[in-house]
């Protein structure tokens, strides 16, 4: 990137400096905005404007003000893009709608003090010139953004390297993860916003269109590389009950659902058929044996394999939210199936944060309360492939999903995801979840099974693309085939080996190495 002068000591007349309170309503609009690119992906161009919108309106303050507008800017952007939570919290937790309604606008404004701190670090540390200020914005964005992804269990949702799935960006996937196309996106956006090349006549104008030729371009070289290789090729059948959410664990509904999931798992046509999460709301035990043992008699003696999920434990050792796979080689094992359970717990949902039963007694929400499973647990082994299941929204935390790929010979060659996203309704959560499945794809270049209640149940390969899917929001099954794959995309390696620290330290070290000098004289 070029490392032009600031404009403003340039000579270069400079855009007006608004008032802060105007500044805060722009920003937080470009902050909204940006969120219809996590829902379609032919909008990813719009965080790249919004962060450089936000980079130039941070230029012109001080510290404080910086950061009033990195709080405006995250918290509408957080808002837009998760106001879903409060059909969770009202219509299906039974929250009063106004004690909903302020729930999501704290969780929103509390997530975003990360970025309105990076934006006061960026305004107190930037130099004036633009491509080591962009550098600078970029790094602080990422180290924003990987504060909000771990920092109280994380919640990272709608991380801005999610809205480039679709885009050139999403080639550098392999090789630095969501958060590194994020911060890529945020110095691009900067040395945009801060050169300001339309002030700089022809010149500036080819020195901005190489730059972006240069990142993007890269992109797509950087997305031909090929990491993995084919394994084999399984048919497979995934299951979508779509089972309203205030239905799902009502008596007098569980004899109509449970019929409807073991008809369709017993007459499924796929080598391996998938259900959802807690598609059986109820331990094995506690179940109707014309249920349970049925599936095990059948999958125990033929040639498929079914993964369901279901809660599991007792009274004495706690309950886990988890995956039981069934197959001819688990009916050797105690309880007749392989178990998987959840390790990345959601807070409020499945476990309760130190000091905060009080808010969890005004809710309505069953099973509220889980044990952790392990980070490393083993895939599950059928037709020559290792299936990896993971539970709902834990194919947001990537890193943890890497922790599986420390020994290569014993690496995933599938994920299935099973999750149930009626909490939300018929909501942009359905197509924000699928973004992030498909990154998870991009990143390890492996295929994702995803088998969920109302959607988006679909299969999606290795390179992202979605090859077989189910109308969210109706009841059915998926026929489809997915290929494993072998082999290990750097980011594979090093987050198996490191965790996010690399990228902690590539934004740390980029502060440390950016910031200081002497202070730009601020525009009025």
Not at 7 to 14: D, S, V
Not at 314 to 341: C, H, K, P
Not at 434 to 442: F, G
């Amino acid at each position: 990137m070029n490392a032009a002068v600031d404009p403003a000591r340039a000579g270069h007349r400079p855009l007006p400096r608004l008032p802060l309170a105007l500044d805060a309503a722009l920003v937080a609009l470009a902050g909204a905005l940006q969120t219809c690119a996590f829902v379609t992906t032919a909008a990813w161009p719009l965080p790249l404007l919004a962060a450089a919108l936000l980079a130039d309106r941070a230029s012109r303050r001080p510290p404080l003000g910086a950061a009033a507008l990195g709080l405006a800017f995250g918290s509408a952007w957080l808002g837009a893009g998760t106001w879903w939570l409060f059909v969770s919290l009202h219509r299906y937790g039974g929250l009063p709608a106004w004690m909903a309604v302020i729930a999501v606008a704290l969780l929103s404004i509390l997530l975003s003090a990360y970025l309105a701190l990076a934006m006061a670090g960026f305004a107190r540390w930037r130099s004036g010139r633009a491509g080591r200020d962009a550098l600078l914005f970029a790094a602080v964005w990422l180290l924003a953004e990987l504060a909000r992804a771990v920092i109280f269990t994380g919640f990272p949702w709608i991380a801005s390297g999610y809205a480039q799935v679709d885009s050139p960006l999403a080639g550098y996937a392999p090789w630095v993860g969501v958060y590194g196309i994020g911060w890529i996106g945020a110095a691009l956006a900067a040395w945009l916003a801060l050169s300001r090349p339309w002030l700089r006549g022809w010149r500036g104008g080819t020195i901005a269109a190489g730059g972006v030729a240069v990142v993007l371009g890269g992109g797509v070289v950087a997305g031909l590389a090929q990491f993995s290789e084919a394994g084999n090729r399984l048919t497979v059948t995934l299951l979508q009950g779509n089972v309203p959410q205030d239905e799902k664990f009502a008596v007098e509904r569980l004899p109509e659902t449970m019929a409807w999931t073991r008809g369709q798992l017993l007459a499924a046509r796929g080598a391996l058929v998938v259900a959802p999460e807690t598609v059986i709301p109820l331990l094995p035990e506690q179940l109707d044996p014309a249920d349970w043992q049925p599936l095990l008699d059948h999958f125990h003696q033929g040639a498929q394999a079914a993964i369901v999920g279901l809660p599991l434990g007792n009274e004495a050792v706690g309950y886990t939210n988890s995956a039981a796979a069934i197959s001819a080689a688990t009916s050797g094992l105690t309880d007749g199936y392989y178990r998987y359970d959840k390790h990345h717990l959601v807070p409020f949902g499945e476990f309760i944060p130190t000091g905060f039963r009080w808010f969890t007694r005004l809710m309505n929400i069953p099973l509220g309360d889980f044990n952790r499973g392990g980070l490393d647990q083993p895939s599950f082994a059928f037709g020559g492939e290792r299936i990896a299941p993971n539970i709902c929204y834990e194919d947001l935390f990537g890193e943890e999903l890497a922790a599986r790929f420390a020994d290569p010979a014993k690496a995933p060659t599938i994920f299935a995801n099973i999750s149930n996203i009626a909490w939300f309704g018929q909501t942009s959560a359905v197509e924000q979840h699928l973004q992030i499945s498909r990154m998870r794809t991009l990143e390890f270049q492996r295929p994702m099974l995803r088998a969920t209640n109302t959607g988006a149940t679909v299969v999606i390969d290795h390179r992202g693309h979605v090859t077989a899917a189910l109308a969210p929001y109706t009841q059915g099954t998926l026929d489809g085939s997915v290929e494993g794959r072998r082999g290990l995309t750097p980011f594979a390696r090093w987050a198996a080996a490191f965790g996010l620290w690399p990228a902690w330290l590539l934004g740390a070290g980029l502060v440390l190495a950016l910031a200081g000098g002497t202070r730009p004289r601020i525009e009025r």
